[in-house]
């Protein structure tokens, strides 16, 4: 073939790449941002090395027998689990019995009966409540909830502080994200299946539990083991109104001061200075940070595996 | 008796509907909306109770003492000690958070869903992501103790800090915000619509150009909301830094250069809030004045969120 006159010349693709400049600073904003992203991942190697080196120094210096025995003093050397794993479960567990029903209640509500107008006033309420600091939550706990509900519920209480108003705390600080992750799920649920089941002539409150629950499971169950997950993991209000400074007896009394895994952390790091003194005060402090970190990340990712496992595509 | 159709109508409905519900009121519906009402109305009295519990017993004494509360140094004597080195070591630590963590943050985001395609790579750092998300704070706290503290000590925070010094606590704050900046950045970006991004690949941009002109703008009321609302939750988070050694008790240094401020001793708002929460009850209505500070900063932070999302959210 011949060239017909006036035909442009012929692109080759390096005349389409553009300048060497505008190339090589799209090669180095493509690094910046692929280290930016590399760090999170540098983050959860150091989180695991740092938990591990110290929790490996424990577990090889302590006496084993001694982690199963009844009791947490850390600083006379006795490192009873049970003690702290108890104090934990006592707290999340009551934590969730607040937190369940105010918590789904309110997100039944606020997705199947609530006005728009409604809505749009409560859920801003709730994200208000969700963002009240723990701390604040501690002290309310110890101050009011303690001599008012857990009075009424524990005659008889000697302790200001104790597991229950604790518990209490927990629950009052999660009901906001079961509230929110479950109210997610149930309002995504597609109205055609509402429609389905009042054409059948069902009520608001057989198409609310009957129909919309059911297909909002996989939400409303990742939504109570998260809030379980964070009672688990939280610290500031089992600190202040749990009551146990240092160490704690074994209890299972809701009733009593108890001492769980996260306010025994903070107890060992607020005497610090002896906390690098004493031999295995300190790596003890990791190894409780590591069983909490895996029991966290053990329910969190069941939560991230039911909502795959569960959902139902529509 | 019924006269216009529309009347007919309308007794003929009452009829049907009389038919269908058996003449009887269905009590156990009213019961259970009645009880959803009341659960919520639970929750949010909650709230309410505890905001009024703050403000009877805070108010007083900012009230009495007002700029020489927020100002004052921490003490022994509650009539003296007030939050001025809270509030700012709480400002320092919001610095390195702004600092640190928006651009790493953004940066991160801005790699898995504009850069990355669906490699391995992408999927593990999304999941990485999601889980440290899901860390409890405190286990942050360990982190910072273990590499900030203790580790790197002699150099975040050299003589009497012994380590637990302002960058310690900052760089912890810091990592611990990280994976929410990233969360929110990314939803922000995902919720551009494709079509924005062609339109200027069509022109001939390069992916920064398309990043930096077309799809950062339209997301930027996003990332914002979520970088506020992250800066809010590490203005409350207490946890973390009582295990990196925010000060509990009192210091008294005067701290000549912004070099060794930032290797000294410091305390947060939060931190005080726990210190003073464990003193005498003599201390109580300083805790509350604190957590009025406390709220307050943070009501502030949220509402302008909020106003911020409403002013500029999009709807594509």
């Not at chain 1, 009551?94 to 199947?112: D, F, K, N, Q, R």
């Not at chain 2, 290797?263 to 929460?277: H, K, S």
Request: glycine fraction near 10%; charged fraction near 15%.
């Amino acid at each position: 073939m011949t060239a017909i006159a006036g035909q442009p010349p012929r692109l080759t693709v390096a005349d389409l790449r553009g300048s060497i400049g505008r190339r090589r600073r799209e090669l180095l904003v493509r690094v910046l941002f692929l280290t930016a992203s590399s760090i999170s991942i540098l983050i959860s190697l150091l989180i695991i090395v740092s938990l591990i080196g110290e929790a490996l120094a424990f577990i090889t210096q302590v006496e084993l027998g001694l982690l199963f025995e009844r009791g947490w003093f850390p600083r006379r050397e006795l490192f009873g689990l049970p003690t702290i794993l108890a104090g934990t479960l006592l707290v999340a567990v009551i934590g969730m019995l607040v937190a369940t029903p105010l918590g789904l209640g309110a997100a039944i509500y606020l997705s199947e009966y609530a006005s728009p107008r409604v809505r749009r006033t409560v859920k801003p309420i709730l994200e208000v409540l969700a963002g009240i600091p723990s701390v604040v939550l501690g002290y309310f706990a110890l101050q009011i909830i303690s001599p008012t509900v857990v009075d009424t519920i524990c005659p008889g209480a000697t302790e200001a502080s104790n597991l229950a108003a604790a518990g209490i705390g927990v629950g009052i600080l999660i009901t906001p994200l079961v509230a929110s992750v479950a109210e997610d799920a149930m309002y995504a649920v597609p109205r055609s299946l509402r429609e389905a089941s009042y054409a059948l002539g069902a009520r608001r409150r057989t198409t609310s539990l009957s129909v919309v629950l059911p297909a909002a499971v996989s939400g409303v169950v990742a939504a109570l083991i998260l809030g379980l997950s964070r009672g688990i993991g939280e610290t500031m209000v089992v600190s202040i109104a749990a009551g146990a400074t240092g160490g704690s007896l074994f209890t299972v009394n809701p009733c009593q001061p108890g001492q769980t895994m996260t306010a025994a952390m903070t107890a060992l790091a607020t005497g610090s200075d002896q906390v690098r003194g004493a031999t295995l005060a300190f790596p003890s402090l990791f190894f409780v940070g590591l069983l909490l970190f895996v029991f966290t990340l053990v329910l969190n990712l069941a939560a991230d595996r039911f909502v795959r496992r569960v959902r139902i595509r529509y | 008796m019924a006269s216009t159709p529309r009347a007919q109508a309308l007794a003929g409905a009452e009829v049907v509907r009389r038919a269908i519900q058996g003449g009887r009121t269905d009590w156990r519906s009213i019961a259970f909306q009645g009880l959803l009402v009341g659960l919520l109305i639970l929750t949010l009295g909650v709230l309410a109770w505890l905001l009024t519990v703050v403000l009877v017993n805070g108010a007083p004494v900012l009230a009495d003492r007002g700029v020489d509360f927020l100002t004052s140094p921490l003490a022994s004597n509650p009539s003296e000690a007030g939050v001025g080195q809270a509030i700012a070591g709480s400002l320092w630590l919001m610095a390195f958070v702004a600092v640190l963590s928006f651009p790493l943050g953004i940066g991160a985001a801005v790699y898995l869903e504009e850069y990355a395609r669906d490699s391995w790579f992408r999927n593990m750092t999304n999941s990485v992501v999601r889980n440290l998300a899901g860390v409890p704070a405190i286990v942050y706290g360990l982190l910072g103790l273990a590499i900030f503290v203790v580790a790197l000590g002699d150099f975040v925070g050299p003589g009497p800090a012994s380590g637990r010094s302002l960058i310690a606590g900052g760089l912890t704050m810091a990592i611990l915000v990280l994976p929410i900046v990233i969360i929110t950045s990314a939803e922000a970006l995902r919720a551009v619509p494709g079509s924005i991004r062609e339109a200027a690949f069509g022109v001939g941009a390069t992916r920064w150009e398309v990043v930096r002109s077309h799809v950062l703008p339209y997301a930027a009321p996003g990332i914002f909301t979520g970088t506020i609302l992250s800066m809010a939750r590490a203005f409350g988070e207490t946890a973390p830094l009582v295990l990196v050694g925010a000060v509990i008790g009192g210091f008294n240094v005067q701290y000549d250069s912004v070099l060794e401020t930032l290797q000294g001793r410091y305390t947060a708002l939060p931190t005080t809030v726990y210190d003073w929460a464990r003193k005498p009850p003599s201390f109580g209505e300083n805790v509350y004045a604190a957590i009025l500070v406390l709220i307050a900063v943070l009501l502030i932070v949220n509402a302008l969120a909020i106003y911020l999302r409403n002013r500029f959210e999009r709807r594509w």
